[in-house]
């Protein structure tokens, strides 16, 4: 039942705003809120208007009534029945397209008794089928599949689309398509997985190399191709193509022996979802959010991963608050979201640099890009021990600004004499610093370290060449007559978010460098771990401590965490604490009551006292170059998702100012 109300700042429990008005609360269920997202589509990809637009329209169906999904009409047409150009029906994900009632034909019988419609649409979120109404020579009434629905004012083409035809993802319809995607390659290849996956990376490389590179698209099939054997083997030669260029442009990701390993039907299904989508116009969260939820489902391990919310990474970013002269490190880069956000935060700055310097209008893009290209090249590095996941990483930072020259596989821990050349090189560190694997009074470094490190008491380190250099690989006692922790000559196994802590400071440049790093919260309370607390003391300014809420990396874990921000001690500093030398400064303490999402993974929303969900005109960023030459159309009115963290890092920010 739809209830309507005012543009208030409430609405009642478990409902949901129509997107189309904006008033109308529907009960929020997973069909809904697939209905929703389809809307946002609608108008802010296809570029219909809101008043062409019908939601549960009612239609006479032989003897009864039923109502439509979604019914379009072209413009200035009357909205009846008989008018309706596009029929779609929207689902929960559990129902099937193939079902009698509720599948594909449900859809066709609605738009069959829809005299004028031409087009169709079938949904569950994970299944997505479209269609063109014919009339074929003897006058009946039947259907073909085509890849989209057309664009307002336009037809599908049976031709190759054009670069102007490409539209930015919008919301989550770009996680939609990968998911449908994933699943489509893991149910009809018939392999693992991670394997899936590997195969949708080639996929999503090809897309970028030819928004990138060819002049006019070449990652396409059309209509008539998708329906001949003929036509799904042409269009896998014009993959194959663009895969020998992605090889050649990326061989620290693809062997030049690696294949395509996907049947032509499979490869024809993949490109028509995705081919309309122009990725590189795309806005950098949207994928960033659909992509880290494609790799996060797919290859999360038994290695204490657990990967980082997005908005988790963006408060540690904005605490660090990096810029371009920054050297900017992940450690533990697993799916490259830190690494994404922080690049991001820098671009723009340089954008915002740029806008305010005075410049001509027509120098600032080549100024952005220059200064861009020198950020992306020498001051972003990522590390981690997981070879499916550095190559994951490089495919994230391709996909948002193409920052992928310095991701390494390695193994963070291991001393610095076992890192490659170009390693060491990216890391700033020196011939003397591979020797004494410490930085402690030299004057470079890393000047911002942002990692989530694997945790686990399940995974110790325990190699006595990673131990021994290392003050928290060696055992440590309590001294009662000194009042402190003495570190011993015995090594002992440490669990990895222990070492990284260590490793982390002493990559940093000293009086500069600032690290945030997320720890389970037994460092911080355990009597037996008071050495770590000691040692980060005499050797980091403590800038601020987060207690994170239990459910932040839900409902993959349950482990409790902390983000603790610090500064590295310059040589000074060192020598005065390490004396024993007591001083007395502030840190900054927060506890992030809620995170956006409950136990289950579910989203929350900020309530009144009354318990009345709490909503505000929201409007959402769909190309990452410009605004659309229509704001309004992206515009909505939204639940206000309950999440502390861009409050906390405001709040550091002006704390950090004040100090």
């Known amino acids: 039942m739809a209830l309507q109300v005012d543009k208030a700042s409430v609405i009642q429990p478990e409902t949901i705003l129509d997107y189309i008005d904006g008033t109308t609360q529907r009960r929020d269920t997973p069909e809904e809120r697939v209905r929703q997202e389809i809307l946002k589509s609608l108008v802010r990809e296809h570029k219909y208007k809101r008043e062409q637009i019908g939601v549960e329209f009612p239609i006479k169906f032989g003897s009864n009534r039923k109502r439509v ?14 008018n309706i150009f596009i029929v779609v029906e929207c689902k929960d994900p559990k129902t099937k397209s193939q079902g009698k009632r509720d599948g594909v034909d449900q859809m066709l019988s609605y738009a069959a008794a829809c005299a004028n419609a031409q087009y169709g649409m079938w949904t569950n979120g994970d299944e997505l089928l479209t269609y063109r109404l014919i009339t074929d020579e003897s006058g009946r009434r039947t259907h073909e599949t085509v890849a989209d629905l057309p664009h307002a004012g336009e037809e599908v083409s049976e031709d190759a689309p054009q670069w102007g035809q490409l539209r930015p993802a919008a919301s989550d319809s770009l996680l939609y398509a990968f998911r449908r995607c994933h699943n489509y390659i893991a149910g009809n290849q018939g392999i693992q997985k991670s394997d899936a996956f590997l195969e949708l990376l080639k996929i ?38 663009l895969f020998g260029a992605v090889k050649g442009s990326y061989k620290s990701i693809f062997k030049a022996d690696e294949r395509i390993e996907l049947t032509d039907d499979v490869i024809a299904y993949i490109v028509g979802q995705l081919q309309m989508f122009s990725l590189l116009e795309s806005d950098v969260d949207i994928k960033g959010h659909a992509y880290e939820t494609i790799v996060g489902s797919n290859l999360r391990g038994d290695k204490g991963q657990f990967f980082t919310p997005r908005n988790m990474c963006s408060m540690m970013v ?31 700055k340089i954008k915002k640099s740029v806008d305010e310097s005075g410049r001509k209008e027509s120098t600032r893009d080549k100024v952005v890009e220059e200064r861009k290209k020198a950020f992306l090249q020498h001051n972003i590095v990522g590390i981690d021990f997981d070879p499916i996941l550095v190559r994951a990483s490089k495919m994230n930072m391709v996909m948002n600004n193409d920052g992928a020259g310095q991701l390494f596989h390695a193994n963070s821990l291991e001393p610095f004499s076992a890192f490659s050349s170009e390693m060491r090189r990216a890391l700033r560190l020196d011939a003397e610093d591979v020797k004494e694997n410490k930085t402690l009074t030299v004057d470079h470094g890393v000047t911002a370290i942002l990692t989530n490190p694997p945790f686990g008491s399940k995974i110790p380190i325990d190699d006595p060449e990673i131990l021994k250099t290392f003050d928290f690989g060696h055992s440590w006692v309590w001294d009662e007559a000194e009042l402190e922790w003495v570190m011993e000559d015995k090594l002992v196994s440490r669990p990895p978010e222990i070492l990284f802590i260590e490793r982390c400071v002493k990559l940093l440049e000293p009086g500069r460098g600032v690290a945030a790093i997320v720890i389970p919260n037994g460092i911080l309370g355990n009597p037996g771990l008071g ?40 040589a000074r500093e060192e020598a005065w604490f390490e004396n024993g030398s007591i001083m007395d400064y502030q840190i900054f303490m927060a506890v992030c009551d809620h995170v956006g999402h409950d136990k289950r993974g579910n989203t929350t929303y900020v309530r009144d006292d009354d318990g009345y969900p709490i909503v505000r005109e929201q409007t959402d960023a769909v190309t990452g170059i410009v605004a659309s030459d229509d704001e309004s159309a992206h515009a909505s009115t939204e639940r206000v998702v309950d999440d502390d963290t861009g409050a906390i890092a405001k709040a550091f920010l002006e704390w950090r100012r004040d100090q």
């Open 531 to 570: 050495f770590v607390r000691q040692w980060l003391f005499r050797h980091t300014w403590i800038l601020a401590s987060v207690d994170m809420h239990p459910d932040t990396f839900q409902p993959n874990v349950g482990v409790q965490t902390s983000v603790l921000v610090v500064r590295r001690l310059d």
């Open 69 to 82: 999904d979604i019914a379009i009409w072209q413009p200035r047409q009357e909205h009846t029945q008989e």
């Open 318 to 348: 904005r605490m660090v608050d990096p810029s371009e002269e920054d050297v900017i490190l992940d450690p533990a880069m697993g799916t490259c979201g830190f690494l994404v956000t922080a690049m991001n935060h820098v671009i723009e």
């Open 204 to 241: 999503i490389f090809c897309k970028i190399q030819d928004e990138r590179d060819s002049p006019a698209p070449t990652f396409y099939i059309t209509p008539v191709e998708r329906h001949s054997t003929s036509g799904k083997k042409r269009c896998r030669k014009r993959l194959e193509r």
